[in-house]
């Protein structure tokens, strides 16, 4: 039998109950409209994902009910059968989906499997639901389930099928990493296979403070066929499914008989209207991927999400001539347009004249405003006013980082005068070791390529260069990397070799290898030594750094809650 079946990939924005509803009212009327039988929406689609500590306020519960009683009378007189994400709470708070239909909420389904790994923290918030949800509509049978259900082996899919269903609706916040889509759609895929059954999944998408959610809906059938919706953008997909296809359409008849009265379950009972023939069939974006552009896409999103939902028009960055400020105003001037992006060169004494033509050539390649603030008077007046409590000393670290903190000051007196966010520069290789000037060049308040490391800006800008015409200026990709805080300094007069550096990282912050294990893939061990041991001394930096844009398997941030008090060594 034929359904017509709308999926409504939006960028909810977390708290923000009447925004989200107006997105949810306009998307019942699009799939009314269509004569779709069933609205799928991603998960806790009226409170956005996730709320985190939101949820301990019962006015926040409360008010998400209320959002939810309203959508519910919003579909009074439309047949269309909606699935909606809400929190659930009476004595208990649970992950839910409420089935909407004429203006009659039919179900709800209580998520049964609870992520608390990664950025997830569900088991704080959310009691797990404990029954399996059937939709059963003339003779079809269809199950409902919320993103990590169908992650785990043996999940209420288990039971849906079982019992007779042939088609699963999940709705789902699954936040973007790089090169994730390929083990998502595997998994669907073997989902699909496994119990012969077609996946409809809708996916969040969107940034969420450190989250980007990339979309990518998709319908997988079991014989392997599956349309993928867009990557980071809003999308409504429609098409007509036929329940009926089934590699092995037999598969669970035997079980049927012998379990389905054992298994407890929710049974809903609806009409939903099935169709004669299939008409749609949407577009897919089922393209290939460069990884290169999905970090541009997922950074871009990050950045536009974060200054747009905070309330912030412009954003403010400083430009030293180097590769990472380069790539951030490239990435801004992507995400806001150029006249919302402004730029700071602020030299010193010690800034080359080749920094400046840089900076200079890559301000005007964007098209952005660029404000010269020399910062050689106010670093001479900053050692004049420390010089008789220095006295006897000899010019150090001390000193360089004062020129870096003149600069955090300035950008933040930008941002405090005209209301423009400032944007930190700094990249995760920079975070990990340390090599940055906390109160300097980490003060803002978004650090877009926090979780990139140095060898991915590189990679990332050659790509921008390729794709949008050589905007960052060839010399800037020439130059060594250089912080130009004092004379004839280079990044590599303190750190390894960038490729070196960051394999090591890599093993042991994304892939929690051990320092005998790391020293085993052929890296020296005193280099080993050095870079975990300015990793583990730096932590009190990276709890005080601006929020980043998480796009690895494992970011700085609620991914990594490391404690600041530890004598333990690697």
């Known amino acids: 039998m034929i359904i017509r079946l709308a999926i409504a990939q939006i960028n909810t924005t977390v708290g923000d109950l009447r925004g989200n509803k107006k997105r949810i009212e306009d998307c019942i009327d699009r799939a009314s409209n269509s004569e779709a039988g069933i609205l799928l929406f991603p998960e806790l689609t009226i409170t956005g994902y996730p709320p985190e500590d939101l949820l301990l306020h019962t006015g926040f519960l409360n008010d998400n009910l209320s959002v939810l009683r309203e959508i519910t009378d919003y579909t009074r ?3 269309t059968l909606t699935l909606v994400g ?26 049964m499997n609870l992520p608390n790994y990664s950025v997830f923290d569900e088991r704080r918030y959310f009691t797990p639901g404990s029954k399996p949800l059937i939709v059963e509509s003339g003779g079809v049978k269809i199950g409902v389930n919320i993103c990590e259900d169908l992650w785990v082996p043996a999940g209420p899919i288990n039971e849906q099928t079982i019992a007779g269903a042939n088609l699963i609706l999940n709705l789902s916040a699954s936040p973007f990493t790089s090169t994730k889509n390929n083990s998502r759609m595997s998994l669907l895929l073997t989902r699909a296979m496994e119990y012969s059954c077609a996946i409809v999944y809708c996916n969040l998408v969107g940034g969420q403070d450190e989250l980007i959610f990339d979309g990518r809906s998709a319908v997988i059938m079991p014989d392997g066929q599956k349309i993928i919706g867009k990557a980071f953008k809003e999308d409504f997909m429609l098409l007509d499914i036929d329940t009926a296809q089934s590699t092995r359409y037999n598969l669970f008849e035997g079980k049927r008989r012998e379990y389905t009265s054992k298994i407890e379950l929710q049974r809903v009972f609806t009409n ?3 169709r004669d023939i299939a008409e749609i069939e949407p577009a897919n974006e089922n393209r290939d991927v460069v990884e290169e552009d999905e970090l541009i896409e997922a950074i871009e999103l990050g950045i536009k999400d974060y200054i747009n939902k905070n309330g912030f028009k412009k954003v403010v960055l400083g430009l030293s001539g180097g590769m990472d400020s380069a790539l951030v105003a490239a990435l801004a001037v992507r995400a806001l347009g150029k006249e919302n992006v402004k730029c700071v060169m602020m030299p010193s004494e010690i800034t080359s004249a080749e920094s400046k033509k840089d900076a200079l050539e890559l301000a005007s390649n964007l098209g952005v405003e660029l404000f010269d603030i020399p910062i050689a008077q106010a670093y001479d007046s900053m050692q004049e006013v420390m010089s008789d409590v220095f006295k006897g000393r000899e010019p150090d670290v001390t000193e360089e980082n004062f020129q870096a903190r003149i600069r955090g000051m300035i950008l933040m007196g930008l941002s405090n005068k005209f209301g423009w966010l400032v944007l930190t520069t700094g990249n995760k290789s920079e975070m990990a070791t340390g090599y940055a000037t906390l109160y300097g060049d980490m003060a803002g308040g978004l650090a877009p390529i926090k979780d990139l490391y140095k060898t991915q800006v590189y990679r990332i800008a050659r790509r921008l260069n390729e794709t949008e015409g050589d905007i960052i200026p060839l010399n800037i990709f020439l130059k060594p990397p250089t912080a130009e805080l004092r004379e004839g300094q280079k990044d590599q007069d303190s750190l390894p070799p960038y490729d070196t550096l960051d394999e090591i990282l890599r093993l042991y912050i994304e892939e929690s290898f051990s320092l005998k294990e790391i020293i085993g893939k052929g890296f020296e061990k005193e280099t080993v030594e050095y870079v975990l041991g300015l990793l583990q001394r730096n932590e009190y930096k990276r709890k005080q750094g601006a929020p980043g844009i998480k796009v690895s398997k494992k970011a700085f941030g609620k991914d990594w809650r490391m404690p600041l008090t530890s004598r333990y060594r690697r």
């Open 77 to 79: 007189g439309k047949s």
């Open 272 to 274: 939903i209207g099935f």
């Open 86 to 111: 809400f929190v659930d709470f009476s004595n208990e708070i649970y992950n839910a989906a409420a089935l909407i239909q004429n203006g009659e909420i039919k179900g709800i389904y209580r998520k």
